[in-house]
């Protein structure tokens, strides 16, 4: 497979949506299933420093999904959401929302496009305001992105 440059980049498209793109180093109905298979989630999900337990991961139209981010000191995070569209293997719509704070709610599309030696995953997040969208900014969305998107790499690498 052909090296990418594999550093996410995010990019404001408007009041209420930001895009963010990554190539990874692998088919994409791999990159695919490792997004959507409960078994792999814990593998790549989150911080390096946290557990990610699977809640729920019913990656079907209408379906829901829940992940716990455990932090070393036991104390937990949930995330939560609900399929929108799926089309295997190449586009995952959901919603995302951060317990903790509940009704900010965002919609996340995902696209997974082959590119020569691998796949290029595009996300478009639309939020209810531009207010709801400046928040997941600068909540660290970015870096904790990166920090995700660098795990499910080192995964990748070792199912190709």
Do not use: C
């Amino acid at each position: 497979m052909s090296t990418h440059d594999n550093k996410l980049k995010a990019e404001i498209l408007s009041d209420t949506e930001i895009t963010m793109q990554r190539s990874f180093n692998a088919p994409r109905e791999l990159v695919y299933r490792a997004m959507t298979d409960p078994d792999l989630i814990p593998k790549w999900w989150g911080q390096r420093s946290s557990t990610t337990i699977v809640d729920k991961l019913d990656p079907r139209t209408g379906g829901e999904w829940r992940f716990i981010q455990r932090t070393p000191d036991g104390t937990e995070y949930a995330f939560r959401g609900t399929f929108v569209e799926l089309e295997p293997p190449s586009k995952i719509v959901q919603t995302f929302e951060f317990e903790p704070m509940p009704g900010h709610i965002s919609t996340d599309a995902m696209s997974l496009t082959e590119v020569e030696g691998g796949t290029l995953v595009r996300i478009v997040s639309t939020f209810a305001s531009k207010e709801d969208r400046d928040g997941m900014l600068q909540s660290g969305m970015e870096t904790g992105a990166n920090e995700t998107y660098d795990r499910l790499e080192e995964l990748l690498a070792t199912m190709v």
